[in-house]
């Protein structure tokens, strides 16, 4: 009766409730589980899993499409497969679990004392394969520097035998061996640009005089002992700081001084102005405007200037170069000469010591000299090189040389008596855009655009002797000159740099420009220096 009473369950409710628990341990163990199965493609445990539902094998979701994007098969079994055959499955979220090595501190020490081990190695490596590159980079400018010098030198014979074989020719020509029509049709005969005789014959005496005069000052101490000393520059001070020029077209490009009043500035700017300011009064002379695009080189001509008038030449961006004159007196302003036979910017140009002669460069190369006097072209030069353009120009203290900053990164030496580029002084730093000779007759200065350093040159050896502020990394650097003694060199850039030529140190910084200094000028026995700036501000320091 007992065991009657006992109501036992139907059959049918215990299977499902067996059944039921089975599905729920199977999920717990998959999800369970799930963290660690990992991606058939990367090997690592995925973040988004994914099951094929072709193959059963185990994804990152992210990996699998773009698999399937790719190739429309699957990666494991090369079988094809779409995104509609892969299911997402569920993934608990577990902490992972650290190597057994990583498990205590000492363990710990030891992975971090092998990976500072790999980066010491690796840092070894890296410094080795750095000394190789130097070596081989500094291998492959000595390589670029001798070919340069050997490309010059055989120029350099290369015309000497033109000459001396067109002289033979005239020669023979002239005793009757060979008639008029002959040639010689496997040479090139070419024709250097020469300069009228009369003019040679003054460039000549010229150089002769100031050489002679030169030589006489390294002699004289006293001569020296006029100019201030490098201590008495560095304690100057602002005497004068005016804004020029058009706000507007805000920026002055280029500056010259007035060796003999001292006081007198002329000032060039992206207005298209050329101006005359006198320091002494505080006030601006005159303004010219003729030129139509800005300014990139003014020149004081000295030997010109008469009482109360003041002669200036300007080289514009518009193609044209100006003959100025200036009255101190009734500040009037009148242009003498415009040059226009160029048909490119014209980039800078110069004054000859001889006063009557001037130079100006193109951007595309060619340059022409004038007479001030006769107010005409004398002399047009074609390009020194094939594609080569000019940047900048400076004329040598004796007026026999004419320096050329290159696109090519190279400084050309041409020559007023012979006619022809007589040197090329290899620079490495891309376009030469200013340079600038000393007046011992020696030494010049350059600026390249890539290089954030100034290089001197020694003429005599045509080399490169010193290169200058280099632990400045002032990337502005863009004018430089000399002062009359040439014990004294000046630098523009976010700063203005001092140096003595002695032994090339830096005894002075100043920074007085907002902007980049552009042009830099000395005054008569370096008693006052100016500085102009794209801030188009004139700045006069004296003591």
Request: aromatic share 6%; charged share 25%; with cysteine.
């Amino acid at each position: 009766f007992f065991f009657l009473m006992i109501r036992r369950p139907p059959r049918s409710t215990q299977s499902r409730s067996s059944a039921a628990s089975d599905v729920y341990k199977r999920q717990q163990c998959k999800s369970l589980n799930m963290s660690y199965i990992h991606c058939a493609i990367s090997g690592t445990i995925p973040e988004e899993p994914v099951v094929s539902k072709l193959t059963g094998h185990v994804f990152e979701k992210r990996l699998i499409e773009k698999q399937i994007e790719a190739t429309q098969t699957c990666p494991i079994t090369g079988q094809p497969l779409q995104l509609s055959d892969i299911v997402s499955l569920q993934k608990v979220e577990a902490s992972k679990l650290r190597p057994v090595n990583a498990t205590s501190i000492p363990n710990i020490l030891q992975l971090l004392q092998n990976e500072w081990d790999g980066l010491i190695l690796e840092q070894h490596t890296l410094k080795e394969h750095l000394e190789t590159v130097r070596k081989e980079l500094s291998h492959a400018l000595y390589q670029h520097d001798a070919a340069c010098r050997v490309i010059a030198r055989l120029i350099k014979e290369r015309d000497e035998s033109r000459r001396q074989l067109r002289e033979v020719y005239d020669r023979f020509r002239e005793k009757g061996v060979l008639s008029t029509d002959n040639h010689l049709p496997d040479i090139q005969m070419e024709e250097e640009p020469k300069f009228p005789q009369d003019i040679l014959t003054k460039v000549n005496e010229t150089a002769l005089e100031l050489n002679q005069t030169r030589k006489q000052r390294r002699k004289d101490k006293q001569y020296l002992e006029n100019f201030v000393t490098q201590e008495q520059i560095a304690n100057f001070n602002i005497t004068n700081k005016v804004p020029l020029h058009s706000p507007s077209k805000a920026g002055i490009l280029c500056m010259d001084q007035d060796h003999y009043s001292n006081e007198l500035y002329v000032t060039g700017g992206n207005d298209a102005c050329v101006i005359l300011y006198n320091n002494q009064t505080k006030e601006i002379v005159g303004q010219h405007t003729k030129h139509t695009k800005r300014i990139n080189k003014v020149k004081f001509i000295q030997g010109l200037s008469e009482e109360n008038t003041i002669k200036v030449f300007s080289a514009s961006e518009d193609a044209t170069a100006s003959l100025i004159s200036y009255n101190l007196e009734t500040k009037d302003v009148q242009t003498l000469h415009e040059i226009t036979n160029h048909k490119e910017a014209l980039v800078s140009c110069g004054v000859h010591p001889i006063n009557t002669l001037g130079v100006v460069a193109s951007r595309d190369g060619t340059f022409s000299f004038h007479d001030f006097n006769k107010k005409e072209k004398i002399l047009s030069c074609g390009q020194l090189d094939e594609d080569l353009m000019l940047r900048s120009l400076d004329i040598h203290p004796d007026g026999l040389l004419v320096g050329f900053g290159a696109s090519d990164g190279t400084v050309r030496i041409w020559g007023v008596n012979e006619g022809y580029q007589v040197a090329v002084l290899p620079a490495t730093g891309g376009v030469v855009k200013e340079i600038a000779f000393s007046q011992n007759g020696v030494h010049f200065a350059s600026i390249s655009e890539n290089e954030n350093v100034v290089r001197i040159w020694d003429l005599r050896n045509q080399e490169n002797i010193k290169v200058l502020l280099q632990d400045e990394n002032d990337t502005q650097l863009s004018s430089l000159t000399f002062d009359s003694s040439g014990q004294y060199l000046a630098v523009g850039g976010s700063k203005l740099y001092m140096f003595n030529t002695k032994q090339w140190d830096i005894f002075s910084r100043v920074q007085s420009h907002s902007d980049r200094i552009t042009s830099l000028s000395f005054g008569k026995e370096s008693k006052n220096y100016a500085s102009v700036s794209l801030d188009r501000h004139l700045v006069v320091y004296s003591s």
